[in-house]
């Protein structure tokens, strides 16, 4: 089983549209967790980091549930700048940063 | 946060060559990081480079094939060595300046194809 798994996507959603982005990791000792945005042929950006209240930022609110082990990443009134490829990102104090595969999202007009 | 450069962009090379990525930031950090990142996939850390210590590298990684430098707190490089065409990917420094479990910055990336 791999460490960080996200919906496998792509996601083609309408502009206005609400998406909500899954993301389960396996590691309970995991204490740190943020949603990353990658646009083609770009570095990885920090969205937001995610915090046990859950927390938001915009149109974008990320929620995590430690008992579940899950983290989850929701877009509000989509618009066509939010395509891009979504990184769920988990960390443990003392050690790495483990990266999801991802989930794409196109946003069409 | 962090403004991370680095060189070169990008790079075409034949097999069996060596090449150097330079990773420049801003300001002074003590942790920094090197991942590759190959088509189509996710991000893969290769190694945790700390000044003042040998890198540390991840399962799969080895500093003969890999080897870095951290030479202070605002510059790195790594080293892809005798490359074969599965090496191309890019690759991304990366710099936590909170510290083990905050938020990292990413540098633009190196994409590197050997022929």
């Known amino acids: 089983r791999k460490e960080v798994e996200q919906d496998p996507g792509p996601f083609n959603v309408p502009e206005g549209a609400t998406v909500a982005f899954n993301c389960t990791y396996s590691?309970?000792?995991?204490?740190?967790f943020f949603w990353y945005r990658q646009d083609c042929r770009k570095e990885p950006k920090l969205l937001m980091s995610v915090y046990s209240s859950g927390n938001e930022d915009g149109r974008f609110t990320a929620q995590l549930n430690r008992a579940s082990q899950y983290i989850s990443l929701l877009i509000r009134d989509s618009k066509l700048s939010d395509s891009a490829t979504y990184l769920c990102v988990v960390n443990d104090y003392g050690q790495n940063f483990v990266f999801g595969p991802g989930t794409r999202l196109s946003v069409l007009p | 946060s962090a403004v991370i450069s680095q060189k070169p962009s990008r790079d075409i090379c034949q097999r069996g060559t060596s090449l150097t990525i330079q990773c420049q930031v801003d300001?002074?950090?003590?942790?920094m990081f090197w991942y590759r990142q190959q088509p189509g996939q996710s991000l893969t850390l290769i190694a945790t480079?700390?000044?003042?210590?040998?890198?540390?590298?991840e399962s799969g990684f080895v500093i003969d094939k890999f080897p870095i430098s951290r030479p202070n707190l605002t510059f790195s490089t790594l080293t892809v060595s005798n490359m074969s065409p599965e090496d191309s990917s890019i690759y991304l420094c990366?710099?936590?300046?909170?510290?083990?479990?905050?938020?990292?910055?990413f540098g633009p990336g190196t994409r590197l194809l050997v022929l």
């Open positions: 990366s710099v936590a300046p909170g510290g083990a479990g905050e938020t990292q910055y």
């Open positions: 300001s002074q950090v003590t942790m």
């Open positions: 590691n309970s000792a995991s204490q740190s």
């Open positions: 480079a700390n000044q003042g210590s040998e890198a540390t590298y």
